[in-house]
T-cell receptor
Framework: GENVEQHPSTLSVQEGDSAVIKCTYS??????FPWYKQELGKRPQLIID?????GEKKDQRIAVTLNKTAKHFSLHITETQPEDSAVYFC???????????????FGTGTRLQVTL | DAGVTQSPTHLIKTRGQHVTLRCSPI?????VSWYQQVLGQGPQFIFQ???????GRGNFPDRFSARQFPNYSSELNVNALLLGDSALYLC????????????FGSGTRLTVV
């Protein structure tokens, strides 16, 4: 089955700096890659996603890049703010194919701390 | 518009007992998936139900079972609880049997003592 590795496990940046979180996946058939933000005691919330036919996607301060050949994708947060502090999870799925269970395989998470 | 609601929010059970967790999807969503999130780890897929049929099952023992009702709400049942079942159980709903458009509930935190 699919396996997703995520690095780093913790990341501390100063306010205004950029943060990069990297993930690799094992199943070359995976075709959808979402990123979730989970604040302490709260539910995971989708912040951005990318499909396998796209190399990069941006949404204000957040961007995701995908390298299908290398089977890795990254989350980039620019101009970080204290409210960006949370645990971030990457995920992968091949569940966009008809007939397969739509399940996400998550990475182990990155705890991002933005300091003043 | 109500989001995905899960009940109860917290639960403490003793080893060997069974537990039933409940999930109500967003109105109009027909797919419900269950995930287990152990402290410090990413969520792990347990089940997906779509139109009241099981569409997928993760690598969990038969002690775990689920079902989806005609109103698309769902129950997750765990029998013979073990200490290792202590986790946050998340329910996610989506309109179709696709992961895009997933909305997670706030989860049920189960503690097994």
């Amino acid at each position: 089955g699919e396996n997703v590795e995520q690095h780093p496990s913790t990341l501390s940046v100063q306010e205004g700096d950029s943060a990069v979180i990297k993930c690799t996946y094992s199943d070359s058939a995976s075709n959808y890659f979402p990123w979730y933000k989970q604040e302490l005691g709260k539910r995971p919330q989708l912040i951005i996603d990318i499909r396998s036919n796209v190399g990069e996607k941006k949404d204000q301060r957040i961007a995701v890049t995908l390298n299908k050949t290398a089977k890795h994708f990254s989350l980039h947060i620019t101009e970080t703010q204290p409210e960006d502090s949370a645990v971030y999870f990457c995920a992968a799925t091949l569940g966009e194919n008809t007939g397969t269970a739509s399940k996400l395989t998550f990475g182990t998470g990155t705890r991002l701390q933005v300091t003043l | 518009d109500a989001g995905v609601t899960q009940s109860p929010t917290h639960l403490i059970k003793t080893r060997g007992q069974h537990v039933t967790l409940r999930c109500s999807p967003i109105s109009g969503h027909k797919s419900v998936s269950w995930y287990q999130q152990v402290l410090g780890q990413g969520p792990q897929f347990i089940f997906q139900y779509y139109e009241k049929e099981e569409r997928g099952r993760g690598n969990f023992p038969d002690r775990f079972s689920a079902r989806q009702f005609p109103n698309y709400s769902s129950e997750l049942n765990v029998n013979a609880l073990l200490l290792g079942d202590s986790a946050l159980y998340l329910c996610a709903s989506s309109l179709a049997d696709r992961v895009n458009g997933y909305t997670f509930g706030s989860g049920t935190r189960l503690t097994v003592v």
